[in-house]
């Protein structure tokens, strides 16, 4: 299995909801990463798991909270979003402390917040 | 700080014809990696080549070539014979070796560039 999954595709909600997204890989990898991607520009990285403990937050905003229950499954849970949230974010995994770290992304989940 | 830069925001090419991607970066690491990956509409992103800075010679996955200039701090991607498979957003990507550290690094993408390919 040398593929990273992300449910759901698609996401609508409104701005007092709560939920989350989730990525899952099963190719041993120990390294996993959400990324925020706006229309035609370059991820930007949120937040970074190494050994599933966190170990990089991009000075991202509360109402993401990230959580990694184990070495394979990744969650964002989302909460009280804002309209300027809307994107497509975007799960990565990479061997972690290997000689490179190439990133193997998902698909991608599409949040549209109203 | 590291950065990476590419200078065509937008690119066309017709089917079968050759193109060039250009991407610059600066850092001032001895040690590190850089990438080519290719998003097409359909949004998935995956790597298209790797090329390791300690190595001299251009890394080559079929069709795709790199041009690595490490003194010059340049890495363009050739795709050769393009298809219309190959229209998609192409970032390049700098990592700095994380071998030895407990961390792993940050991938720093360049803004992009859009590739059309024309039939």
Redesign the interface.
Known sequence: DTEVTQTPKHLVMGMTNKKSLKCEQHMGHR?MYWYKQKA????E?MF?Y?YEKL??NESVPSRFSPECPNSSLLNLHLHALQPEDSA?Y?C?S?P?????????????TRLTVL | AQTVTQSQPEMSVQEAETVTLSCTYDTSESNY?L?W?KQPP??????VI?Q?AYKQQNATENRFSVNFQKAAKSFSLKISDSQLGDTA?Y?CAF?R???G???????I????T?LQVKP
């Open positions: 390294a035609k520009k370059p991820p990285l970074v190494s170990s990089i497509l975007l990565a990479s972690g402390q290997v000689s490179y770290n190439e990133q193997f992304f998902g698909p991608g | 990696y990438f990956y359909s949004r998935q992103m995956i790597l790797r390791e957003m970032f990592i070796s994380p071998y550290s407990s961390n792993t690094g940050k991938l993408f360049g803004q992009g859009t």
